[in-house]
Structures are given as C-alpha cells and as structure tokens.
C-alpha cells in the first residue's frame, strides 16, 4: 500500500481539518531499566536454560502498520490506528 506524504484530516488540538505529515510508527528504543526488562534479565542470569521460548514460527504474515500523523499547524501527533499490510511506504 503507498500512503501520501502529506494527508488532510481531522486535528483533535485544532479541532479541524488541517494537513498533516505522514510517518510510519516504530518502535522506540528498549529501555535497559524497566520494569519487564529487569525482570527478564534477572530470569536470565544464573545456571539453567532459556527460561522464555524464543519465538520462531508465527502464525501471521502480516505486521501491523500504524501511520503517525503530525499536524503541520500545531505539530499535534496522532497515531493512526493500525492495519494487517504486507508493506506499506510513503510517497
Ligand atoms: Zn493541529
């Protein structure tokens, strides 16, 4: 699917329609201390095997793909919500 660069839709700050500049959403950088992280290091270390299966099947595909949108009048971001794409790019 090819998404345009720029969109036109509604701004929940303006409160109206406003262009808006399209993104792809990723996923931001794993924090070392949270609380799951932690966890799982903790899990980890000591004698003994990988205490989680590592996952190497799936039964999907498909990613979810979310298009972040920010408004070019107020920079508001909104994240679209996903859909089951194959690929996706912006044009
Ligand atoms: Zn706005």
């Known amino acids: 699917m090819k998404a345009p660069k720029i969109m036109k839709t509604y701004c929940a700050r303006c409160k109206m329609h406003k262009?808006?500049?399209?993104?792809?959403?990723?996923?931001?950088r794993e924090r070392a201390l949270s609380a799951g992280r932690r966890r799982y290091t903790r899990k980890e270390s000591g004698y003994g095997s990988q205490p989680k299966p590592i996952q190497k099947r799936f039964a999907k595909?498909?990613?979810k793909q979310s298009l972040r949108l920010k408004c070019n009048e107020c920079g508001h971001v909104t994240v679209r919500e996903g859909i089951r794409l194959k690929?996706?790019?912006?044009?």
């Open 19 to 28: 262009e808006h500049a399209v993104s792809l959403y990723k996923k931001g």
């Open 61 to 63: 595909v498909t990613k």
């Open 87 to 91: 690929k996706i790019e912006v044009v």
